[in-house]
């Protein structure tokens, strides 16, 4: 081949490199809202839950992660309503988890 149409091992490199650079420009594009709106989340439950309870609500997640990410976002709506209220405590918290986890879900069971 001619030495024009062939790429030397620095352009290629270069190639990658500005091809690395825009899908890193791409992927923070897309993370910035989901990074706002967990940002947003975390200081709605930071004003609305006291530290024990943030931190047995946490717990719970790990545990249950479905359930405690429904607890969490039934949270933000009643902080989100607007009526006055103190914050969570961690005894009042031990009370919303119990109820929450004492729901059980209808089983189907097929014959």
């Known amino acids: 081949m001619s030495q024009d149409k062939e790429l030397t091992?620095?352009?290629l490199e270069e190639i990658r490199k500005k091809k690395?650079?825009?899908?890193?420009r791409q992927y923070e594009a897309e993370?910035?809202?989901?990074?706002e709106y967990e940002a947003q989340?975390?200081?709605v439950l930071r004003r609305l839950l006291t530290p024990d309870a943030r931190e047995r609500l946490?717990?719970?997640k790990l545990?249950?992660?479905q359930l405690g990410a429904a607890l969490e976002?039934?949270?933000?709506?009643l902080a989100a309503s607007g009526r006055p209220f103190a914050p969570i405590d961690d005894q009042q918290m031990r009370q919303i988890l119990a109820q929450a986890s004492n729901r059980r879900e209808p089983r189907i069971t097929r014959r």
Do not use: C, G, K, V
């Open 9 to 11: 091992m620095d352009e």
């Open 20 to 24: 690395l650079r825009e899908l890193q």
């Open 31 to 35: 993370e910035a809202p989901e990074a």
């Open 41 to 43: 989340r975390r200081d």
């Open 58 to 60: 946490a717990n719970f």
């Open 63 to 65: 545990a249950r992660p």
């Open 73 to 77: 976002s039934r949270l933000i709506e």
